[in-house]
């Protein structure tokens, strides 16, 4: 295919300039016009046969233009320049010819034989009537597909296939617009002004005749006018078919414009819109999988939160560490402590009982409280058993109920390992103690708390109903918590010596008495100071007696008043003061009321004898006495009782 582009003839295959019956035509063209040329010659286009009932006419060959100078000359058998009842067809100027010089449509099947100059060269081989092109490649001389102009509608509203539907009228060119807005129409009714051909059509070359408006064939009708189309009106688009332009080899078109077409009419699609549909694509996939993705995770976290988890659960955990702590901590002074405490089960006189008590010597020897062992009297039975779990039985060796102090001995126990013992007199206030005990049958219990006050006089006992049983304890005040079965334990310091021996607690639901509270710890536990626990503690073992330090003078347990007043007269018709006695060289008389000791007051007869008990027998006292509303002081060397 050409694509409508003009072709050049080769010289072994120039055709023949022929008329309508087949014949060379005779016509010659001029020496000048073959000027400026090749020597090739451009074929007419074949001329397309309509239906006969279609209502067009074959035109024949163009007449060869006649040289410059020479007049156009109208065909023999052609008076006045076209046959009666065929209408003249258009003229078409001639390329390179003068302005206004037209070939005129002579009869049909009759054309002027156009003759070759001398000189000129010869095609070798006729021309093929059906412009069939060799094999291979395009043939020079293939005519482009036929082709309609649009109709140029002139004035009064006619277009151009209207007027040249009228017989006789010459049909005008299509115009098209130059620079300046002149028309070729304009420029052809110029003198001497040569014509440009109408825009996508081939030009001939100069001195060659173009191809001419095909003529109606004899045996058709002349056609009827056509009634005027308005100006207005456009002529109906054709259906679209995809297939008209539809070329293999072309390349992609931008995106919105007519690219290749696949075989069912389809636009094929560019590279550009391949890949926005493969982003599109990807992007979707994403999205999915990104949704799916967190679905089966919230799932998944749904399902473990609830179930705690898929197979065998292992908690994280510290490895092993050394044992040992430090000396001072509560820890370190526990281990310390631990193997010299024991618990002890007392049972006799249809009574049984717990305490505690802890290791003194070598040889055997416990402390312990004498409320503890008090029900084992004579023949009762005491069970020892230490920290590692080992039992011993033990026997009383002494007690004493003043001080609520008692020791007992284990025999044939060996590897004891003794506590040591503190001094209560450089305990402070706020210093840190720890507790051990059996608190309800539970041994081995530690607990740990501060020294909450000093030489706090307490007095426990009393079942008796004479007195005998009272204890009188000048006593260290502690918050760590101690219970019954606490009696007789240890209250360590910090370096894990013995300060005081736990012996009575403050309960809820009743004063302060021995291990007779059932309610628990409040934070008021009563210890008896070591000082005075190792002087009891070696009078027992010793001689099997603790003694007593005295004043000699009998006190009014039934005064309200302020201090210790002296009674009216002695127990059992006795005097108020022992003749002879301490109180009696120091000038002591009935009815005198006691206020301090040792700059110490004194609020009432017990705190006198808790005050006097924390000495030694042997001590001498500072006293304070009042006497008809004045106060005097008086020394005295403390005496000795023996205890019960």
């Known amino acids: 295919m ?46 397309a046969r309509q239906a006969d009932d279609g209502g067009d006419y074959e035109l024949r060959r163009p007449e060869p233009v006649p040289a410059d100078g020479e007049p156009a000359g109208v065909p023999a058998g052609m008076p006045g320049g076209a046959e009666e009842g065929v209408p003249a067809t258009s003229a078409v100027p001639a390329q390179g010819g003068p302005a206004g010089s037209m070939v ?67 049909v005008p060119p299509p115009q098209e617009t130059l620079a300046h807005g002149v028309t070729t129409a304009d420029v052809s009714a110029m003198p001497g002004t040569p014509v440009p051909p109408p825009q996508g059509t081939p030009a001939a070359p100069p001195g060659i005749p173009g191809p001419a408006a095909p003529l109606p064939p004899p045996s058709a009708p002349a056609p009827v006018p056509a009634a005027a189309v308005h100006a207005d009106a456009r002529p109906a688009a054709p259906a679209p078919d995809p297939w008209q332009r539809y070329d293999p080899w072309a390349a992609p078109v931008a995106p919105g414009g007519h690219g290749p077409l696949q075989q069912n009419g389809a636009g094929v699609p560019s590279t550009e819109q391949r ?12 999205v999915l999988l990104a949704l799916v993705s967190g679905g089966v995770g919230g799932v998944a976290g749904t399902y473990l939160e609830r179930n705690g988890g898929v197979g065998t659960v292992e908690l994280p955990q510290a490895g092993k560490e050394p044992a040992a702590r430090d000396a001072d ?49 004579s023949t009762g039975e005491i069970t020892v058993t230490f920290n590692g779990g080992e039992t011993a039985k033990a026997e009383l060796v002494g007690r004493d109920s003043g001080y609520d102090l008692a020791v007992v001995k284990v ?15 450089n305990v402070q206030v706020g210093d840190p103690v720890v507790a051990i005990g059996a608190p309800f049958d539970l041994a081995g219990t530690v607990t740990s708390g501060i020294i909450s006050a000093k030489q706090r006089p307490i007095t426990a006992g009393g079942e008796k109903g004479d007195g005998s049983d009272v ?27 013995v300060i005081g021996i736990n012996s009575a607690i403050r309960s809820a639901d009743s004063g302060s008495e021995l291990d007779s509270g059932r309610s628990g710890s409040i934070g008021l536990g009563f210890a008896i100071p070591i000082n005075q626990g190792k002087r009891v503690a070696e009078e027992l073992i010793n001689t099997g007696k ?33 003749v002879g006695g301490p109180g009696a060289k120091a000038g002591i008389k009935a009815g005198d009321v006691i206020t301090e000791v040792d700059g110490q007051r004194v609020h009432s007869g017990e705190e006198l004898i808790v005050k006097t008990r924390a000495h030694r027998p042997g001590d001498r006292l500072e006293l304070t006495v009042e006497r008809a509303g004045k106060d005097r002081t008086v020394s005295l060397v403390l005496g000795s009782s023996g205890g019960s």
């Open 2 to 47: 050409n694509e409508g582009k003009p072709t050049k003839a080769k010289w072994w295959s120039r055709p023949r300039p022929q008329g309508l019956s087949g014949e060379p035509e005779s016509a010659v063209p001029a020496p000048g016009d073959l000027a400026g040329t090749d020597g090739d010659f451009e074929l007419a286009r074949p001329a």
């Open 104 to 170: 005129e449509a002579g009869k049909a099947g009759e054309a002027a034989s156009a003759v070759p100059t001398d000189g000129a060269p010869k095609p070798l081989h006729d021309p093929d009537p059906y412009s069939t092109p060799p094999y291979g490649e395009p043939g020079p001389w293939a005519p482009a597909p036929p082709v309609q102009h649009p109709a140029a509608t002139p004035a009064h509203g006619m277009t151009t296939a209207d007027v040249s539907a009228m017989p006789g009228t010459p």
């Open 275 to 286: 890949r926005r549909r493969g982003r599109k694509a990807l992007i979707g996939a994403a």
């Open 329 to 377: 901590s509560v820890a370190g002074i526990a281990g310390r402590a631990l193997p010299s405490v024991v618990t002890l089960h007392v049972s006799g006189s249809g009574e049984q009982g717990t305490g505690t008590g802890f290791v003194l010597d070598a040889r055997g020897h416990i402390l312990t409280n004498n409320h503890v062992v008090q029900s084992a009297g």
């Open 411 to 425: 025999k044939g126990v060996r590897g004891l390992t003794p506590l040591p013992l503190g001094n209560s007199d």
């Open 471 to 497: 204890s009188y304890v000048d006593a260290l005040q502690t918050d760590a918590p101690i219970n019954p079965g606490n009696s007789g334990g240890p209250l360590l310091d910090a370096e894990a010596r």
């Open 546 to 578: 603790a003694t007593h330090p005295v004043i000699g003078i009998t006190l009014d347990m039934d005064y309200t008043g302020d201090g210790a007043r002296v009674a009216a007269e002695g127990s059992e018709g006795g005097p108020p003061v022992t």
